[in-house]
T-cell receptor, first 114, second 115 residues
Framework: GEDVEQSLFLSVREGDSSVINCTYT??????LYWYKQEPGAGLQLLTY?????DMKQDQRLTVLLNKKDKHLSLRIADTQTGDSAIYFC??????????????FGKGTKLSVIP | EAGVAQSPRYKIIEKRQSVAFWCNPI?????LYWYQQILGQGPKLLIQ????????DSQLPKDRFSAERLKGVDSTLKIQPAKLEDSAVYLC?????????????FGPGTRLLVL
């Protein structure tokens, strides 16, 4: 199965809050990331959280990490139409081999209704 | 600071043809990654370079894919011969060090369509 799982779709009204959820399986994960991908574009780093943190806030973005349940969430306050995109959760598991590859979920497509 | 550059942005080829992609990482970044993103999926790592050496190429289909980073800066990824299932976006990313978990910065990608 997938190492990182996300729901595929989320639809919210403009001005509401969006919450995108992610579960991961590797308890040794060191960093957890949220990337944004707009149509036809590459991946834009939104925010990240280190595994010894529970929460991180950055302007309209709030990341919550529940290590016990291996659950990560991204909350976008006051969601705007420009936030419409695919959001990827990604982890970097610990590797003694020196390869710190990102493992991505399939992405959650956020649609913002005006 | 300039980001990760990739070219071409789009490429359409027929199966069994060859294709090459180019990546220029962020200046000073020692580590370079190539990812393949198939439609509807998250990116998957193909190969990771540390300077001009390969750190991890375990998921690179070596019978048809090759990559090099001869001078430790730019990199090229080649597919020869291409198959229909190679249609995807090929993303290049770079990070400062690579010897520890750290943020990777992505280029815009090259969209490949194999007919």
């Amino acid at each position: 199965g997938e190492d990182v799982e996300q729901s595929l779709f989320l639809s919210v009204r403009e001005g509401d809050s969006s919450v995108i959820n992610c579960t991961y399986t590797d308890s040794s994960s060191t960093y957890l990331y949220w990337y944004k991908q707009e149509p036809g574009a590459g991946l834009q780093l939104l925010t990240y959280i280190f595994s010894n943190m529970d929460m991180k806030q950055d302007q309209r973005l709030t990341v919550l990490l529940n290590k016990k349940d291996k659950h990560l969430s991204l909350r976008i306050a006051d969601t705007q139409t420009g936030d419409s995109a695919i959001y990827f959760c990604a982890e970097i598991p610990f590797s003694g081999a020196g390869s710190y590859q990102l493992t991505f979920g399939k992405g959650t497509k956020l649609s913002v209704i005006p | 600071e300039a980001g990760v550059a990739q070219s071409p942005r789009y490429k359409i080829i027929e199966k069994r043809q060859s294709v090459a992609f180019w990546c220029n990482p962020i200046s000073g970044h020692a580590t370079l990654y190539w990812y393949q993103q198939i439609l509807g999926q998250g990116p998957k790592l193909l190969i990771q370079f540390q300077n001009n050496g390969v750190v991890d190429d375990s998921q690179l289909p070596k019978d048809r894919f090759s990559a090099e980073r001869l001078k430790g800066v730019d990199s090229t990824l080649k597919i020869q011969p291409a198959k229909l299932e190679d249609s995807a976006v090929y993303l290049c990313a770079s990070s400062l060090d690579g010897a520890r978990p750290e943020t990777q910065y992505f280029g815009p990608g090259t969209r490949l369509l194999v007919l």
